[in-house]
């Protein structure tokens, strides 16, 4: 398996532009999780999907930022507009259905916003 | 609710030696427990967990890791580090019936020298 696939690896954007990052996870797992990594805050965990749909998205820091699941092998992750603030590496994640399981981390995406 | 301290920033040990990484965690019940490590620009790795069972939990590249109900620990050990053992390690904690959200610590920088 190619593991989760996130796209893009970086991105750099002026304030006030919308940006899309966009996560593919492991086929068959049935949860996707969408966190943010600052060096200030570590790791936070935004919003996370169980069959495409959204449980949880305390973790979304305003109403800036949406994220979508359309189909069991695509999500994305969309700021607009984005702000300097919000410059951090996003990493997807996705997981089979029990709790004990393993979440399983794709590369990032390291966004800069100017 | 559920929290993960990883006191030490960062550990320092020559290479050959032992190394441990502390965490503790703090859950309403039982804990799912979790090791990752980051290597620059990369995404998390997982590295071993500990759901019920054995205290002595034994992973990938030679890490074990022991639970420790007593003492609300699961610190990351390792016989005798390596250089390639240089990198971010982050543990997590998920309560039993809490859900799928892992709450991470802020991870502990490893730096094995030659």
């Known amino acids: 398996d190619a593991g989760v696939i996130q796209s893009p690896r970086h991105e750099v954007t002026e304030m006030g532009q919308e940006v899309t990052l966009r996560c593919k996870p492991i086929s068959g797992h049935d949860y996707l999780f969408w966190y943010r990594q600052t060096m200030m805050r570590g790791l936070e965990l935004l919003i996370y999907f169980n069959n495409n749909v959204p449980i949880d998205d305390s973790g979304m820091p305003e109403d800036r930022f949406s994220a979508k699941m359309p189909n069991a092998s695509f999500s994305t992750l969309k700021i607009q507009p984005s702000e300097p603030r919000d410059s951090a590496v996003y990493f997807c994640?996705?997981?089979?259905?029990?709790?004990?399981?393993?979440?399983?981390f794709g590369p990032g995406t390291r966004l800069t916003v100017l | 609710a559920q929290s993960v301290a990883q006191p030490e920033d960062q550990v320092n040990v020559a290479e050959g030696n032992p190394l441990t990484v502390k965490c503790t965690y703090s859950?309403?019940?039982?804990?799912?427990l979790f090791w990752y490590v980051q290597y620059p620009n990369r995404g998390l790795q997982f590295l071993l967990k500990?759901?019920?069972?054995?205290?002595l939990v034994k992973g990938s590249y030679g890490f074990e890791a022991e639970f420790n109900k007593s003492q609300t620990s699961f610190h990351l050990k390792k016989p005798s580090a390596l250089v390639s053992d240089s990198a971010l390690y982050f543990c997590a904690v998920r309560d039993h019936g809490s859900g799928y959200a892992l709450n991470f610590g802020k991870g502990t920088s490893l730096l094995v020298t030659p």
């Open positions: 859950v309403s019940g039982n804990p799912y």
């Open positions: 994640a996705s997981s089979l259905g029990l709790a004990a399981d393993t979440q399983y």
């Open positions: 500990y759901i019920t069972g054995d205290n």
